[in-house]
């Protein structure tokens, strides 16, 4: 009895700090001596719960994925030479955030069955609304502890968390809260005219709220929703409300053909992944190294293809940039940093396919957050931070739950 009393108890404890974690991942505004609060709550959870809890087994498929990109990041580190093309230093600036985030998602396997996800949940949709409050008030705002996310960095942690607080809300209250909050997300990222962005949370968002189980009368509702949405925007007076709005999501909407083609902003990340895959072929396997992709030289390249000739002038001088997180991996940490991830996100999608059934609604919103996230990284380079390695542990802890389950439920 008291052995069962105590478990208890470190169980609540322990979910009372993965819930600060949690907060300080969705509201990731928070600084201390510059850098996320959210690391000093990690290091608080090692310290308490380590002699607790066997934090850092490395047992389980996902684990040894992980492992492998540990490995590749350390290969890339020591590979990296002090030339004018790369500065070993700042790969040594970096590599502790990559070992943070490794072993942050090793730690939440091993965790996985004393989580609360309701209780995350909670916590993500509580900084989730800080997050919102804070990025349209941040101008009245100048306290240094504070961050300021930019526009790309406040469209993400969208697409990282709003699936998952829509559907807390909608469970734990009404569907008519969590579609007001959706609503007030969505306008955000209309405003701020993150294309992707504006897309990705409204799918995965309705997704996570509507689609409980792949059966027939789960499908009605999403169905339902994306018909009314596809009548609602052929309307006149919606149309120009958009288009006075956001020119851009009018675009994206109404003249889709056209973006890749006139699009200034597509046109560009064409010719930024032309100049990285100029850089990867000379540094095939462990590429530049890890945080040096801004050292790159500029890189010049014909453009070959249509509309090439609109941005070549523009960004003749401009900063080496990926604008594409796989781009940023692949050519920074080579082949070898970038087919374990690759592998990672394989494996987690493959099962979010295989036990959508098996998992609750809400642990069903993770996954379609972080499907919403494997698509966008392709547009942005947001791959090197620690909310996106968050979601990515919450999805692994979930996928080796489900597994041990269905394996002690198989015939020996």
């Known amino acids: 009895m008291a052995s069962t009393l105590l478990k208890n108890k470190i169980k609540k404890d322990l979910n009372k700090w993965m819930g600060y974690?949690?907060?300080f991942m969705s509201f990731n505004s928070i600084l201390i001596f510059k850098t996320n609060i959210s690391m000093l709550v990690f290091v608080l959870i090692l310290y308490q719960f380590s002699p607790k809890y066997n934090l850092f087994n490395i047992t389980k498929p996902v684990q040894k994925?992980?492992?492998?990109?540990?490995?590749?990041?350390?290969?890339?580190?020591?590979?990296?030479?002090?030339?004018?093309?790369?500065?070993?230093?700042k790969s040594i600036?970096?590599?502790?955030?990559?070992?943070?985030?490794?072993?942050?998602?090793?730690?939440?396997?091993?965790?996985?069955?004393?989580?609360?996800?309701?209780?995350?949940?909670?916590?993500?949709?509580?900084?989730?609304?800080?997050?919102?409050?804070?990025?349209?008030?941040?101008?009245?705002?100048?306290?240094s502890f504070i961050k300021n996310n930019t526009p790309n960095s406040y469209s993400f942690?969208?697409?990282?968390?709003?699936?998952?607080?829509?559907?807390?809300?909608?469970?734990?209250?009404?569907?008519?809260?969590?579609?007001?909050?959706?609503?007030?997300?969505?306008?955000?990222?209309?405003?701020?005219?993150?294309?992707?962005?504006?897309?990705?949370?409204?799918?995965?968002?309705?997704?996570?709220?509507?689609?409980?189980r792949v059966k027939l009368q789960y499908m009605f509702p999403p169905i339902i929703v994306a018909t009314l949405l596809a009548i609602l925007i052929q309307l006149e007076f919606v149309e120009n409300a958009i288009f006075n709005q956001s020119p851009r999501i009018h675009e994206l909407i109404y003249e889709s053909e056209e973006i890749t083609k006139t699009d200034q902003s597509y046109l560009t990340r064409r010719v930024m992944i032309e100049r990285g895959l100029v850089v990867f072929e000379e540094n095939p396997l462990t590429g530049v190294g890890i945080n040096n992709y801004a050292n790159i030289k500029v890189i010049n390249t014909d453009g070959n293809f249509e509309g090439a000739e609109l941005v070549l002038h523009k960004v003749e001088d401009e900063h080496f940039s990926a604008h594409n997180s796989y781009l940023l991996v692949l050519v920074e940490g080579g082949l070898i940093l970038l087919i374990p991830i690759v592998v990672l996100f394989l494996y987690l999608l493959y099962h979010f396919v295989i036990d959508f059934n098996k998992r609750t609604q809400i642990e069903n919103a993770y996954f379609w957050s972080f499907l919403a996230v494997v698509i966008h990284l392709y547009v942005i380079a947001e791959i090197v931070n620690v909310y996106a390695w968050f979601l990515f542990g919450c999805v692994a802890a979930i996928t080796t739950k489900i597994n041990d389950q269905k394996y002690k439920q198989q015939p020996r």
């Open 65 to 89: 994925i992980t492992l492998l990109i540990i490995v590749g990041v350390l290969i890339s580190f020591w590979t990296t030479e002090e030339e004018t093309l790369v500065n070993a230093s």
């Open 93 to 143: 600036q970096v590599l502790p955030n990559y070992l943070y985030w490794m072993i942050m998602l090793i730690m939440l396997v091993n965790l996985r069955y004393d989580i609360d996800w309701n209780n995350i949940s909670k916590y993500i949709t509580i900084g989730l609304i800080f997050t919102l409050i804070i990025y349209f008030f941040r101008k009245g705002i100048a306290v």
């Open 157 to 212: 942690i969208l697409v990282c968390f709003s699936a998952v607080a829509v559907t807390y809300i909608g469970e734990k209250y009404n569907k008519i809260y969590s579609l007001l909050l959706l609503a007030l997300i969505v306008i955000s990222v209309v405003v701020i005219e993150r294309r992707a962005g504006t897309v990705l949370v409204s799918l995965s968002s309705v997704a996570a709220l509507f689609l409980r």
């Open 21 to 23: 974690f949690a907060l």
